[in-house]
């Protein structure tokens, strides 16, 4: 009986259903997520879910809500897939998502003085963390030191103004070529490389003093 | 090349987009020139820090939360999509409804009215009434009316007067007509 199934579940050419989609770039899975395979959207959950909640995590800063909007965005890729214009970059697309997400976050939160609140809450929260949760393989000045830096380098992140942070989070972080950032933040490639000389400056300029 | 220019090329020389001359020219800009360096050095630094930050990972419900939520999302789909099947049925029934009525009213007016009925001619007669007289209870009396003497209302009598006053006795021939 279990072999039956098995033979069931392993296609033809010996790969199951989800090797397949895994072999397959995402324009391909999205075409088999609208040709009626359900699965195929779990591909594209599993391809994308660690590198937008970073970027969403980077771009606002708070962890909790970072993962409400990654939700956010696979919500209304499910809702809206059949509408995606297939010439265009599935990773633009969902991009483009993430980035409006994150941008109307960001203006309601200065709209919104509690949801600050909120976020120096949490980070007192994280603080209070015990250490040997951080990593119990280095001493623990390592782990200090390594954390604070992270730190660091979190708060310098943040104090970019929003529309630089972006650009440096799309270029640094996710590796996006300026022409797909420009999509992605609705910006000529001029501005992209503007802002993103000028992040890069300023980045450096504020993280100086703490790693020098 | 001034600092100038080499801030100018700065984001394409750290990307490495740039061409070999130009390359060339950086480089060689950045060996002469110690404050330019510096600069290079903090921004590569800075950058270097910012891409080692460890990644985050989705928490441990994270994917279970998303299924609940899709699961949700794709039960309205297929609710909406049931509603605009039972509206389309709907709208479809009753269009057909009208267009039966029409076409049944048309052809019932079809058969009613023909447009060019035509027909035979027809000799219509009257049977003839008969004759019946003219009783009067008091012929004098209608007589006298022409007199001036008012006996009976003058109404019951306004059409027949004029006959009577001929003749008292006169038979109504066509008086039905």
Redesign the interface.
Do not use: D, G, M, W
């Given at each position: 009986m279990a072999d039956i199934v098995r033979k069931q579940v392993v296609s033809v050419e010996g790969l199951t259903v989800r090797e397949r989609l895994q072999a397959m770039d995402d324009s391909a899975v999205v075409t088999a997520f609208l040709g009626g395979e359900e699965r195929a959207?779990s591909e594209l959950?599993t391809r994308y879910?660690?590198r937008l909640?970073?970027f969403v995590?980077?771009t606002i800063g708070d962890?909790e809500k970072a993962?409400d909007l990654?939700?956010e965005v696979?919500?209304r890729v499910?809702?809206h897939l059949h509408r995606f214009d297939r010439s265009k970059k599935f990773s633009t697309w969902v991009y483009t998502i993430a980035s409006n997400l994150a941008k109307n976050e960001l203006r309601n939160r200065s709209r919104n003085p509690l949801v600050l609140f909120q976020t120096v809450q949490k980070n007192f929260q994280d603080e209070d963390r015990p250490l040997q949760f951080e990593d119990t393989t280095s001493r623990p000045d390592d782990m200090y030191r390594k954390r604070h830096?992270?730190e660091i380098?979190?708060e310098?992140?943040a104090k970019l103004p929003e529309h630089h942070r972006n650009v440096f989070i799309l270029r640094?972080?996710e590796g996006k070529s300026y022409e797909e950032i420009a999509e992605i933040t609705e910006c000529n490639l001029g501005t992209v490389?503007s802002r993103?000389?000028r992040a890069?400056?300023s980045?450096?300029?504020i993280?100086?003093p703490y790693?020098d | 090349m001034d600092c100038r220019e080499f801030c100018d090329q700065?984001?394409a020389f750290?990307d490495d987009t740039l061409a070999g001359i130009e390359l060339v020219r950086m480089q060689r800009h950045l060996a002469e020139c110690e404050s330019c360096a510096r600069?290079d050095a903090?921004?590569r630094?800075?950058?270097l820090?910012?891409?080692n930050?460890?990644?985050?990972?989705?928490?441990a419900d994270?994917?279970h939360?998303?299924e609940a939520?899709?699961r949700e999302?794709?039960d309205e789909?297929l609710a909406s999509a049931q509603r605009n099947l039972r509206f389309g049925a709907f709208a479809a029934t009753l269009a057909s409804l009208v267009m039966l009525g029409y076409i049944a009213t048309t052809l019932y007016d079809h058969a009613s009215v023909p447009s060019d009925l035509v027909m035979a001619p027809v000799v219509a007669t009257v049977p003839e009434a008969e004759l019946t007289p003219i009783t009067t209870p008091a012929p004098a009396i209608v007589a006298s009316v022409s007199a001036g003497l008012t006996i009976w209302p003058a109404a019951l009598f306004a059409e027949q007067v004029p006959v009577r006053f001929a003749h008292s006795k006169l038979e109504l021939a066509n008086y039905t007509r």
């Open positions: 959207f959950v879910q660690t909640l970073n995590y980077r962890r993962e990654v939700q696979f919500i499910y809702r830096l992270r380098v979190e310098s992140v640094e972080l490389k993103l000389n890069r400056n980045f450096a300029e993280i100086a790693v | 700065h984001l750290v600069q903090k921004i630094r800075a950058l820090l910012f891409k930050l460890p990644s985050i990972e989705p928490s994270f994917s939360r998303l939520r899709l999302c794709h789909q």
